[in-house]
């Protein structure tokens, strides 16, 4: 490898640092890999990178290696990661600026990466289009595009008979709200949720 392509590959890993911090509002550079997030994750085992080495990649700069990881589009979101970070680094906002990074690309996610990617864009869908999540539409709509078609068929059954989960959705009274939400989240990440 040339000087020039070395030069320019650590100038692009530092755009890429520079960028995730800038669009997550977190410090990278401030977290010295104490492992406290990963030690907390409910979701850490079903990962392919541990949440810490995540945020080692993004502070390297290895926004190849890091949009392509599992563990992305696994977290649960939960913010327990965040809460026991001693250095305030919320790595779980980085995770969904990785995650929405990887969508604007069009890096699709990996392995049960995917499952979960369509799985958030049909609850997403049923969100908007009924003020809340309808569950049996949700979950018939992740089943199709995920090609389980059958999956969780029988706790739907078991929970339809108990009278836990309805075949028609129930709305909301001031859906126009939950509009303005989903128009400002769109605008606020430049394109579609």
């Given at each position: ?8 590959s650590?100038r692009?890993?530092?755009e ?14 401030q977290?010295?890999?104490c ?27 290895l ?6 990881c ?42 049960r ?6 799985f ?5 869908r049923s ?22 078609l ?44």
């Amino acid at each position: 490898m040339s000087s020039y392509n070395l030069t320019e590959s650590l100038r692009q890993n530092g755009e890429f640092k520079a960028l995730v911090g800038k669009l997550s509002g977190q410090p990278l550079s401030q977290c010295y890999q104490c492992g406290k997030c990963t030690a907390g994750c409910p979701v850490s085992f079903a990962m392919d990178v541990a949440p810490n080495k995540v945020l080692r990649m993004a502070q390297a700069g290895l926004k190849n290696e890091v949009l392509r990881c599992q563990s992305i589009w696994i977290c649960a979101s939960c913010s327990t990661c965040t809460a026991r970070c001693p250095e305030g680094v919320d790595v779980a906002r980085v995770m969904e600026v990785l995650r929405i990074m990887a969508g604007k690309e069009g890096i699709p996610a990996p392995g049960r990466g995917k499952d979960v990617s369509i799985f958030n864009s049909a609850f997403l869908r049923s969100v908007r289009r009924n003020g809340r999540m309808f569950e049996a539409g949700t979950m018939a709509a992740f089943n199709i595009k995920s090609l389980h078609l059958l999956r969780e068929a029988t706790t739907g059954m078991h929970m339809f008979i108990k009278g836990k989960l309805r075949l028609l959705p129930e709305r909301i009274k001031n859906k126009k709200e939950i509009d303005s939400i989903f128009t400002a989240a769109v605008k606020e990440r430049g394109g579609e949720l």
